[in-house]
């Protein structure tokens, strides 16, 4: 195949219609993520950029002039954002003399959640993209290329092509079904079901009430109130959260239709919020915050109303984000993620393979015995 791959400093030297017919084509369930507005609103509010740590350096595979294939991708000088951690890796490499950042990330920033990364229609064009990664870390002093929260497809054809495989583990649940929170409580063990619906009275006991904010009806009120609720909780639980409030009012005018905030209010004032995305058939859980504390409120926003949202839309899935053995016992049942990496030093790339077989194999038992030990009803 003869085509040009060109590195760009910005999305927008994308245009936005031709990136999107590769990231969201018209047979594929819709990934709010890779749109090129999510992208873009993450540089333009200063989100990910350079001084961020996030460099775009995004990915364009050019024949005659046409975008065939495109990945999202960054330049990075630390793993913060990533959720996939290699932090050993560089502390091990740079105790040995090496220099592990920078390093060049295709990601979404700031976002565990799984989907297409090698935009492209066609095995040669993602393998393409591969070799363009792999030869701009070459020739780029980066240590190396990092393409995380995959498709198992991609992470097969990297695994073909040469590339370091890994695996983790996050907690999604499923619409067998159900027609309605009734019916899926249904389906739970007797012990589930009533601690669950203890859950959901508790959370409300204190005269909460909960509303969905999406499309026309979110205002610039509801973002100035859930970004009150990121900076107290992410400044508590991350020190220094990511996202800058213009980030905020960008997808909310861009992206209304496929955000929806599920925010608790107390005495007519807002007091914690859930910010979701609305994928083609999955609702995304993404950021969660309070301002006053309130017992099973967080399980309530994040996770329940989530459901709610998700059986009355036709969703068949939610991905309330990363880690959490918690939702087990609230039907989020274990499912693996997928990521591939690409290491330029021959030795640092062998003692990571090495680590990611053992890895691997403790990560899949734990996915098994946590099945095992689901909420659901047996049989």
Known sequence: MTATLRALRRIRDIPAADWDALANPPDAPFNPFLAHAFLDALEESG????????QPLHLALEQDGRLIGAAPAYVKSHSQGEYVFDWG???????????????????????PATGPRLLAADGATRQALLDGAAEIARTNQLSSVHITF?????WREAAGAGWLSRIDRQFHWTDRGYGDFTGFLASLNSDKRKNLRKERIKALEPGIEIEWVTGNA????????????????GGRKWGSPYLTRSFFSLIGETMADRTLLVMAKRDGRYIAGALNFIGGDTLYGRNWGAIEHHPFLHFECCYYQAIDFALAHGLKRVEAGAQGEHK?????????????????HPGLRHAVGDFLIREREAVE???????????????
């Open 47 to 54: 989100s990910a950029t350079r001084r961020a740590g996030w």
């Open 365 to 379: 038992a734990d996915i098994e015995a946590l099945s095992e030990h689901g909420p659901y009803r047996k049989g």
């Open 218 to 233: 979110l205002t610039e009120d509801h973002w100035d109130a859930f970004f009150g609720f990121y900076m107290d909780t």
């Open 89 to 111: 890796w560089a502390e091990a490499f740079e105790r040995a003399g090496g220099r592990y950042y920078p390093k060049l990330q295709i990601s979404v920033p700031f976002t």
């Open 328 to 344: 087990l016992a609230r039907g989020y049942e274990p499912v693996a993620t997928y990521s591939s990496h690409y290491i330029t």
């Open 150 to 154: 995959q498709r198992e497809s991609e």
